[in-house]
């Protein structure tokens, strides 16, 4: 994983996928995660860009909170790569979310439990 610090110093030679945002327990500030694919100068096959793209979408329905949407971009990705831990907890999260809504205060970021 890379730190969201990590990230931008290197941003303009790195593809990443965002995996979440995080709050560390007993912190209030949020961080991003990120997960490496490879190099800006090497490219992706045309079926990891669909599943990129395809998280991605799931991504940004989820922080806007429409679950039902966010749930269907994150199946098509697990159809994919049926293996991909990130995009199994986001189906998760999901479909908590469809049914037991968060409240107004929510904004996107997951607070960790424990440190």
């Given at each position: 994983?890379l ?9 303009d030679?790195?593809?990443v996928?965002e995996l ?6 007993g912190k209030?500030?949020a ?6 694919i490879?190099k800006?100068?090497v ?5 990891r860009?669909r ?9 940004n ?6 679950f039902?949407q966010?749930?269907k ?15 199994k907890?986001h ?8 049914d037991?809504p968060?409240?107004d ?6 607070t960790?439990?424990?440190?």
């Open positions: 994983f730190s969201e610090s990590t990230y931008n110093l290197c941003r030679r790195i593809v996928r979440d945002q995080i709050r560390v327990k209030n500030q961080v991003r995660i990120y997960e490496l490879g800006t100068d490219s992706l096959s045309d079926n860009k599943f990129l793209d395809l998280y991605q979408a799931g991504r329905a989820y922080i806007k909170r429409d039902h966010a749930l971009y994150f199946i098509d990705a697990l159809e994919i790569q049926p293996n991909d831990r990130p995009v907890t189906i998760n999260r999901a479909k908590n979310y469809c037991h968060p409240d205060s929510w904004d996107g970021v997951y960790m439990t424990t440190k």
